[in-house]
């Protein structure tokens, strides 16, 4: 039985029963209160329960059994129930509000409103917060991703060129408007492909339904071959078999099956000079 980590599920066992609930442990014999509201009707001591740990309105520890919109190192679209003096206050799912102080809001919140926020444990006040500044909990020095790898996205923030995505929860990535063919809004998860990563590790992401890893290997192939050339190959359906054969080492059969794919998947053009990467 692990630590007990606060903002997170933690597995705990039922120590002793009081007035005002019972209490859990953990293996270093920490204690937290599982208040009456949220004890279940028949258990036995020494019982596992799975609860969330926070801190409550007097900074206590305290366990829930509910489970928030939001937990510690996580994003989530949340909507903010009041400002006040001190910052805004968001719905993640409990009895107490998460805060979000005005220096982490990437602009003003207003009651009513939603916004995407990461939640972190404030090193200096030991609490839970909030903030809607969430590139700076993203980081893509280090990519834990590849190309043609399938990912977890959340719909950040639009830009000029397209929207700005979580992935994975660890990096930010871009799809492109010409790559869009739904309706997206910020804090929808989608599933994606990186379709490239470009210099100073930035993620090219798209969300056509078919992976890449999905496709035939003659496709992948063709599509190495079109990213290491500019986006171009001067090869048709018509061109000479040797001639696709020294460029992709592959049958012209193959070539017309793989381009006749790869072109129905909307992932490239077939022009009179050659074929274009979408």
Known sequence: MPTMELGQINTLEILRETDHGVYLIDDEDNEVLLPNRYVPSEFKIWDKIDVFIYLDNEERLVATTDIPYIKRNEFALLRCNQVTDFGAFLDWGLVKELFCPFKEQAFKMKPGGWYLVHCYLDEKTERLVASSKTNRFLDNKELTVEQFQEVDLIVSHPSDIGWNVIVNKKHIGLIYKDNIYRDISVGDKLKGIVKKIRPGNKLDITLEKI??????????RILKELEDNSGFLNLTDK????LI???????????????????????????????YLV
């Open 239 to 242: 061109s000479n078999p040797e």
């Open 245 to 275: 054969k020294d460029t992709l080492q592959m049958s012209k059969k193959n070539f017309k099956k793989a381009i006749g794919s790869l072109y129905k998947q909307r992932q490239i053009e077939i022009k009179p000079d050659g074929i």
């Open 211 to 220: 992976g890449y890893r999905n496709i035939e290997p003659n496709a992948q």
